[in-house]
């Protein structure tokens, strides 16, 4: 049982980066689909504009946890933060914009659920702001 343990924290340790970066892209993508549903159900409002509205606070929220708990980047001078923010915002709106093409390649030419898309769109965000932030944005020097 000691073994189990020690074995789980090393574990943890080793790869507490990638946990942290999940829990935090869980909590970013319950964000965005909050705010995506919210629009699309609640207001009526058209799929491709929610997405779009999920987006941008979907950014923000991201852009704060990312920066202190994933990355640990603690340094708040305005050139950093002037150069983290262009580079994150500019990753995701790549990412942003190749999940928006997908829900209108998908769904509108298509023909599929925009729910069950927009699951599948988010999942390969996840995994490309990951390798974004990781080996530009938050890069250790």
Known sequence: MIRMKK???RLLMQYKEPIVY?????????VNYAIYFACTKIFSI?????NVIAWIFSV???YLVNKVFVFASLDWSR??????IWQFVAARVFSGAAET???LVLVDMMGYSDSIIKIIAGIFVIIVNYLFSKWVIFKKA
């Open 7 to 9: 074995l789980m924290q």
């Open 22 to 30: 999940i829990i935090c892209g869980v909590l970013t993508t319950v």
């Open 46 to 50: 058209h799929y491709l504009v929610s």
């Open 60 to 62: 923000i929220f991201a």
């Open 79 to 84: 050139r950093t933060l002037l150069k983290e």
């Open 101 to 103: 093409l997908m829900l």
